[in-house]
């Protein structure tokens, strides 16, 4: 079946400029989650989603980052006014539900690169 | 979660049997153990995990010892395509994932 999918695989955006990635979760995923992983590090968790609702924001690096989730599916990471340091793989992972009994499942990322 | 320890690299000839060890010695009773691993620039791809019991899936077996201070990822008959680095996590029921240096495992011809 399906994965996880995220759009679009590269990016590369001027420093300033704003910019939009998207997840497609597993259907039927109810929990839905986004990292970051600069080159040659760790996961950074940023946000999670548990339906639309999105509990722990704890994560998001500043104000310039925001994340929705509509329809219980598709959602959309934005980084507003990108600076050079935003410049990482951004992951995003879908489970049947949240808590440690239930999988993670990933995308391939998408490769953010600002210059 | 707690802190997981597992070696810098491996090596395995192609077709025999990997065996990736990882301690966890402060595992508490409600934290699973996770296996995950990452293929070069592509995402983390999930392996298996379990709690106390030893679990197999069409992907490997995991091994637990009793006292679940300790666990073994196992790939039966390890191939080129298995060359990656692997992940050990402890993880409790909190909703993000930690991964830690990892092993980075080689397979040979």
């Known amino acids: 079946g399906a994965g996880v999918s995220q759009s679009p695989s590269n990016k590369v955006t001027e420093k300033g400029k704003d910019v939009e990635l998207r997840c497609d979760p597993i259907?039927?995923?109810?929990?839905l989650y986004w990292y970051r992983q600069r080159l040659g590090q760790g996961l950074e968790f940023l946000i999670y989603f548990q339906g639309n609702s999105a509990p722990d924001k704890s994560g998001l690096p500043s104000d310039r980052f925001s994340a929705e989730r509509t329809g219980e599916s598709v959602s959309t990471l934005t980084i507003q006014r990108t600076q050079q340091e935003d410049s990482a793989v951004y992951l995003c992972?879908?489970?049947?539900?949240?808590?440690?009994?239930?999988?993670?499942?990933f995308g391939p990322g998408t490769r953010l690169t600002v210059t | 979660d707690a802190k997981t320890t597992q070696p810098t690299s491996m090596d395995c000839a192609e077709g025999r049997a990997a065996n990736l060890p990882c301690n966890h010695s402060?595992?508490?009773?409600?934290?699973?153990v996770y296996w995950y691993r990452q293929i070069h620039s592509q995402g983390p791809q999930y392996i298996i995990h379990g709690l106390k019991n030893n679990e197999t899936n069409e992907m490997a077996s995991l091994i637990i010892t009793e006292d679940r201070k300790s666990s073994t990822l196992i790939l039966p008959h390890a191939t080129l395509r298995d060359t990656a680095v692997y992940y050990c996590i402890a993880r409790n029921a909190g909703n993000m994932l930690t991964f830690g240096g990892g092993t980075r495992l080689m397979v040979k011809p």
């Open positions: 992972a879908s489970s049947l539900g949240q808590g440690a009994f239930y999988e993670q499942y």
């Open positions: 402060t595992i508490s009773g409600n934290e699973y």
């Open positions: 259907s039927g995923h109810t929990a």
